[in-house]
């Protein structure tokens, strides 16, 4: 099951996004690299897929989900645990 993501955890991440957005997509693109490559690679791939769409507009989406995503199950275990 996936994590709930609260407006809260969205408020944060969109700010942090939002205040320089390329230099954000460009950190997510080498972190991922190193992070989840596997998942890199298909988030490049489906944004290549397609020329009528926006290949960073994609990848930046999907970004944003996936940390989106990160740090609601970051706060999923460290409520488990504290619990």
């Known amino acids: ?3 709930i ?3 809260e955890m969205a408020s ?8 320089d957005v390329q230099a954000w997509r ?6 991922l690299k190193e992070e989840n490559p596997e998942i890199n690679s298909a988030i490049l791939e489906v944004a290549k ?9 994609v990848a930046l989406g ?3 989900s996936y940390r989106l995503l990160e740090v609601a199950t970051e ?3 460290l409520g488990t645990i504290n619990e």
């Open 1 to 3: 099951m996936l994590p």
């Open 5 to 7: 993501i609260t407006e």
């Open 12 to 19: 944060e991440i969109f700010t942090e996004v939002f205040q």
């Open 26 to 31: 460009k950190n997510m693109v080498q972190y």
């Open 49 to 57: 897929y397609d020329e009528g769409i926006d290949l960073k507009a």
């Open 62 to 64: 999907a970004y944003l």
């Open 75 to 77: 706060d999923d275990v």
